[in-house]
């Protein structure tokens, strides 16, 4: 599949997407987001991308929505642009049974915070920066930032950040459980390369039932939960990674999954 805004790699398991329009900052044209539409549609049905990197081309990851694409536009619908573009994007990043990394490489603004956000681990740069820079141009957060912000750091500190648009940096956001590493730049892409190696070796199915595990626990009971988890691992116990687990555990040996 041919990209005009992003990048997508595949290599030893790993699918690496990149945002590709760094003369903007990364940011978010209606061409680009439906160009990660097909990408991560492409990541579910290939069954060699075991984990993907997310991550944006030159000094920033994402500045968010482009406004000098949509300035003039005095027919645009936010309610329209929305339920299209962005919400179908985070859901199908929630919904991937693949982990997703963030390579968190600098600026995460607006919608592009909300999309590293919704990825299952954010990687990144202590110079890195992440802003609800809504407030600023009189919006309020949108594309899964009013889910995902309380339910990391807590309502009061989601209420700030939102409200005031407050800057958080690198090792900042590791303190309050943004992000969950914060490295110098230049030791980036090593830290992301252990994640993502690690992950392109794991037991794939597995960690996509405990992804939904983790997901529907926001909103479940713990007798609903343990349901949820009977029925999850029975899944699990018949896969082949199951089996090649509990063989390589009795012969003693590194287990070789292939994430079936």
Same mark, same amino acid.
């Given at each position: 599949?041919?990209?005009?805004?992003?990048?997508?790699?595949?290599?030893?398991?790993?699918?690496?997407?990149?945002?590709?329009?760094?003369?903007?900052?990364?940011? *978010?044209?209606?061409?680009?987001?439906?160009?990660?539409?097909?990408?991560?549609?492409?990541?579910?049905?290939?069954?060699?991308?075991?984990?993907?990197?997310?991550?944006?081309?030159?000094?920033?990851?994402?500045?968010?929505?482009?406004?000098?694409?949509?300035?003039?536009?005095?027919?645009?619908?936010?309610?329209?642009?929305?339920?299209?573009?962005?919400?179908?994007?985070?859901?199908?990043?929630?919904?991937?049974?693949?982990?997703?990394?963030?390579?968190?490489?600098?600026?995460?603004?607006?919608?592009?915070?909300?999309?590293?956000?919704?990825?299952?681990?954010?990687?990144?740069?202590?110079?890195?920066?992440?802003?609800?820079?809504?407030?600023?141009?009189?919006?309020?957060?949108?594309?899964?930032?009013?889910?995902? $912000?309380?339910?990391?750091?807590?309502?009061?500190?989601?209420?700030?950040?939102?409200?005031?648009?407050?800057?958080?940096?690198?090792?900042?956001?590791?303190?309050?459980?943004?992000?969950?590493?914060?490295?110098?730049?230049?030791? *980036?892409?090593?830290?992301?390369?252990?994640?993502?190696?690690?992950?392109?070796?794991?037991?794939?199915?597995?960690?996509? $039932?405990?992804?939904?595990? $983790?997901?529907?626990?926001?909103?479940?009971?713990?007798?609903?939960?343990?349901?949820?988890?009977?029925?999850?691992?029975?899944?699990?116990?018949?896969?082949?990674?199951?089996?090649?687990?509990?063989?390589?555990?009795?012969?003693?040996?590194?287990?070789?999954?292939?994430?079936?």
């Amino acid at each position: 599949m041919d990209f005009k805004f992003i990048k997508y790699e595949l290599g030893n398991g790993i699918v690496t997407i990149t945002l590709n329009r760094p003369e903007v900052y990364n940011a *978010l044209n209606d061409a680009i987001t439906y160009e990660l539409q097909d990408a991560f549609k492409q990541v579910a049905r290939d069954s060699e991308a075991r984990v993907v990197v997310l991550t944006g081309e030159g000094k920033a990851f994402c500045s968010g929505q482009d406004l000098k694409a949509v300035s003039g536009s005095e027919k645009r619908s936010f309610l329209q642009s929305l339920h299209k573009r962005y919400n179908p994007l985070i859901t199908q990043m929630q919904a991937l049974p693949k982990p997703i990394i963030c390579r968190l490489n600098g600026v995460a603004a607006g919608a592009g915070c909300s999309i590293a956000l919704a990825c299952d681990l954010i990687i990144a740069a202590e110079e890195a920066t992440l802003i609800e820079v809504f407030i600023n141009i009189g919006l309020v957060p949108d594309s899964g930032s009013s889910y995902f $912000l309380p339910r990391i750091v807590g309502r009061a500190k989601a209420f700030e950040m939102c409200t005031m648009g407050s800057r958080i940096k690198g090792k900042e956001a590791e303190a309050l459980g943004l992000v969950n590493k914060a490295v110098p730049a230049d030791q *980036l892409d090593a830290a992301v390369a252990e994640y993502a190696n690690y992950y392109a070796g794991a037991p794939t199915k597995a960690i996509g $039932l405990i992804k939904k595990m $983790l997901n529907r626990s926001t909103s479940s009971s713990l007798e609903e939960m343990l349901d949820y988890e009977a029925y999850c691992q029975e899944i699990a116990g018949s896969s082949a990674d199951y089996k090649e687990g509990v063989a390589a555990f009795l012969e003693k040996r590194k287990p070789a999954f292939q994430g079936k």
